[in-house]
């Protein structure tokens, strides 16, 4: 499945639709700090900090990257529970990873402590997790 990741800075209609439908099957626990779904989309998108994954003209995929001094870092990475375990979370992770290393830094992925799914997604790809 040919991924296409970008950061989003001017999302269509579509867009916005396809990103609340990746985040309405996110578990509570991944939205936090935010309070919903709908702040966590709309702070990413005013701080162009949503990266996603766009199939056929449709979004799978999005997570939030902090570009820091110490490295950019990944976050809320969440991806449509119909397209689960078919590579676009990896993709999404590994084409941001490229994007940091062009812009001469690292990444790492962030996670809330002990989240067992994170840790493996991090060795799988040997990159650093941080705890949220």
């Known amino acids: 499945m040919p991924v296409a990741v970008e950061i989003l800075s001017s999302p269509s209609e579509q867009d916005h639709a396809d990103l609340a ?27 162009e ?4 994954g766009r199939f056929n003209d449709r979004l799978l ?13 990944l976050s809320h990475l969440c991806v449509r529970q119909v397209t689960r375990q078919r590579g676009v979370g990896r993709r999404l992770v590994e084409e941001t990873a490229r994007l940091a290393r062009e812009a001469g830094t690292t990444l790492r992925l962030a996670a809330p402590a002990g989240h067992l799914e994170s840790q493996a997604l991090a060795a799988r790809l040997h990159l650093p997790l941080d705890s949220l």
């Open 21 to 47: 439908k990746i985040y309405a099957d996110a578990p509570d626990w991944l939205l936090a700090p935010y309070a919903s779904a709908a702040e966590l989309i709309q702070q990413g998108l005013a701080d």
């Open 49 to 52: 900090r949503l990266v996603v």
């Open 61 to 73: 995929g999005a997570a939030l990257v902090a570009r820091l001094d110490e490295g950019w870092r």
